[in-house]
């Protein structure tokens, strides 16, 4: 196993806040980028927002800032400007999520910032791009609404529901992630960087894709596997439905706590098995059921009749039963399930993390695997707590430290 990682090597210079912006470094950071967070000398807004103990960074900031350090430079000021100057010089990538055209206030135009390094790798997120939406301010769930996630969950008979699922933050981040790496690697061949950049919208679009594949289904009549009883001009919202070739579904399972479900999809070939399972194998063979067309039709019934059995036992009894049968299903796990999970512990799914004023804190691990690059998930960086080394690195000294912090520099 190789010792080096991945991008070893590889500078990040991390002007990136909140979620969206931080959830791609760590990920580069993960994989064996030099990740440098450069924050106001207040620091990320982050740090001090959603806090649970009262002298600590939160964690929507830990979790988001693991394998990082972090340098504090007032950007407004003549000399961060100059200090931000050497650190783009020396930077493979610049990453950030400002709002649209702050970098550019700054003066730091991509048109500088090539002049400066041509091989620079300039990328951004963005709420929209160019055109009648390109100025609006973005965030995760006006990235859903806008992107065509929130008009597609939740019931036919309820309103436009947002996911917990951070799709529009998170979900952009690791599409800009893609992007860098195509660019890194492009670089390789050209010796030039470039610019990348991803809307939040589009990256939200994207996961919604297979709607838009309905859309256009609609034209040739209503969507047999969804159900709904009426079918307008849009895509409706369809509830616990697939969406898919393969019907499924969510059903109760016992005791009866608002995630004690399953979500269980009958495959053709699963039939069979399932009618036997829950008591009723003459469906097997009925010609009113034995087909998935003749089932199509009656697809809430078939499932109430799985509800029957399914709630007289624990949905990890009925995953263990359905899974011995080779038919797909999984229980639905709240997130306090998730962070206790053996199995996802085992798998570096989710991870403890030691922390100097935390303790300890839980997080995800990094969910991209490299056999010859495996990751260590470290803790965040205090504020400011590389200043020294970082700059130290650029020829300023300890006693210009002190003066830079003394003016508001640093």
Request: net charge negative; proline share 6%; hydrophobic share 40%.
């Amino acid at each position: 196993m190789s010792s080096q990682r991945a991008l070893e090597g590889v500078r990040v210079l991390d002007m990136t806040h909140v979620q969206s912006g931080p959830s791609c470094t760590q990920i580069l950071a993960w994989l064996g980028a030099d990740v440098i967070k450069l924050e106001a000398p207040t620091g990320d807004i982050t740090r001090q927002q959603l806090r649970d103990l009262p002298d600590a960074d939160s964690l929507y900031f830990t979790m988001l800032n693991c394998n990082k350090r972090s340098i504090t430079l007032n950007l407004k000021s003549d000399r961060g400007k100059e200090i931000f100057t050497d650190l783009v010089k020396d930077a493979d990538i610049l990453v950030e999520n400002f709002a649209p055209g702050a970098i550019d206030r700054m003066g730091f135009t991509w048109e500088r910032l090539q002049l400066l390094n041509p091989r620079l790798i300039f990328a951004s997120i963005k709420g929209f791009g160019p055109g009648r939406y390109e100025n609006f301010k973005a965030y995760e769930v006006v990235a859903q609404a806008m992107g065509g996630a929130m008009s597609t969950t939740g019931f036919e008979d309820g309103p436009p529901t947002a996911t917990g699922a951070q799709i529009g933050d998170s979900g952009t981040g690791i599409h800009l992630v893609a992007g860098i790496l195509a660019a890194l690697f492009q670089r390789t061949h050209t010796g030039k960087g470039q610019r990348v950049t991803v809307a939040m919208q589009e990256a939200v679009l994207n996961l919604t894709r297979v709607k838009l594949r309905d859309q256009q289904r609609l034209t040739h009549g209503p969507l047999r596997e969804y159900p709904n009883e009426h079918f307008g001009d849009e895509v409706p919202r369809s509830g616990n439905a697939s969406g898919g070739g393969q019907p499924g579904w969510a059903l109760r399972c016992a005791p009866g706590g608002p995630n004690d479900y399953i979500y269980v999809i009958v495959q053709p070939p699963g039939w069979a098995p399932i009618a036997q399972l829950i008591g009723r194998p003459e469906l097997a063979e009925d010609p009113d059921w034995a087909t998935p067309a003749a089932r199509l039709d009656k697809l809430d019934k078939m499932f109430a009749l799985i509800e029957q059995w399914t709630e007289q036992h624990t949905k990890f009894e009925v995953m263990d039963k359905l899974n011995a049968l080779n038919v797909p299903c999984g229980p639905i796990m709240s997130t306090r399930e998730l962070i206790e999970d053996e199995t996802l512990a085992d798998l570096g799914a989710v991870v403890e993390v030691k922390h100097p004023q935390r303790g300890s804190f839980k997080t995800v691990g990094c969910p991209i695997k490299l056999s010859d690059s495996p990751v260590q998930v470290e803790t965040s960086p205090g504020l400011g707590e590389h200043n020294s080394v970082i700059y130290g690195s650029l020829g300023i000294d300890t006693a210009e430290l002190e003066e830079l912090k003394a003016a508001g520099v640093i």
